[in-house]
């Protein structure tokens, strides 16, 4: 195909194209297209579905057209970047150029940002044709509204205030039968990129789950959130000995475990699975989705900061086989995009499996999903509510 056709298609269809592979049901070749100028010395796809965190396109001829084509899988969903003239890096010095260098694809209408938004600091998005349907994250004008209160929250133990953002269902009375209760970090991003009171108003009103009431605690900052979402004692004993207490104070909310759920993505998750590890008398569920049980107290694998495999991993699994098994239920998420890239010793994928194994040798009941995705609400958003049926539902 030349330069001038491929960009023709890629203009009408937008990108990537997408394109059977042959005798292969399971996969489809996806190309990425780019028209450069003669400023445009590379471009990059940065992503976790590729083979390596960023990957270079290659120039078609001596034209101003650039491609890169890759299999993925079909039920994929994903983001992704560009990068024009960025440093083909992920770690060291020139990190900070390389980032600064990211932008979304003009050519994919799907982005994370609205439509006239600046292309830097914004991904694209991709959803092939068989990625799983999420049907409990549309609005639906018909299903009766719950609300959602903004309260700010100071604590004691942790010496902060953050906002905390409280959802009672439609028809919630201070009365009768207590509310199920679900607990989740990130709350901020569980408001807005997970619509979780659109996925509760869709599951409650379908009878899918009982009537809930969610508690969705947000970060003060990214440094904080850091700090208390890796295994860290005074967040569970803060859940304990401040929020729970306030919570029972003003809501009409469940005391028995069974019905209470701790949730979060990514380290929240930790500090959910941490948070129930610590106190299972109360917290009875984990819904934990894309958690990043690599954290070790001596293992470090941010961007820019790569660690290597003479770390260990996976320090919480370690604190599960050495305690007796607790009356605690598992949901488990993980993505096939999240996987080790460049030998860390293990990143969300592995580590999530080998979660789910030392928990299942251990006794526990545990109901692991694997997306075909990376670290992203565009999946989390979804399997919020498979999570919350298999624990609480009806």
Sequence with gaps: MTADTLLRRAVQEGTPLVDRVEDDRRYVLVTFVWRGNANTKTIAVMGTFLKAPIVAMTRIGNSDVWSLSTKVPIRARFTYWLAENSPMTTEGPQVGAMLASLQADPLNPHRTCAADAPLKGCKSVVELSDAPPQPWILKNASTPAGRVDHVRF????????????????????????????????????????????????????????????????????????????????????FLMTELLPWIHARYNVTRDPRLTVV???????????????????????????????????????????????????????????????LPIRFYLTAGTFEVDQVGTGGMVLETSRHMRDVLLAKGYEVHYQQFVGDHDPFSWRGMLADGLIELIGR
């Excluded at 269902?169 to 209760?181: F, H, M, T, V």
């Excluded at 008398?281 to 989705?289: A, K, P």
């Design 154 to 237: 100071r604590s004691e133990r942790l010496n902060n205030e953050r906002a905390v953002f409280v959802y009672t269902p439609a028809g919630y009375r201070a009365s009768g039968e207590p509310n199920a209760l679900l607990i989740m970090f990130d709350g901020g991003a569980h408001l807005s990129a997970v619509p979780t009171p659109t996925i509760l108003d869709n599951l409650i009103a379908a009878s899918r789950i009982p009537p809930t009431v969610a508690i969705l605690i947000a970060n003060p900052d990214l440094a904080t959130r850091t700090r208390e979402l890796m295994p860290n004692p005074d967040v569970p004993e």
């Design 263 to 325: 949730a979060g993505v990514s380290y929240g998750g930790v500090a959910a699975t941490y948070a129930a590890m610590r106190h299972p008398e109360v917290f009875g569920n984990v819904l934990c989705q894309s958690g990043d049980f690599s954290w070790a107290p001596d293992h470090i694998h941010t961007i820019g900061q790569l660690a290597d495999a003479t770390t260990e991993t996976g320090w919480l699994a370690k604190e599960f086989l050495r305690s007796p098994t």
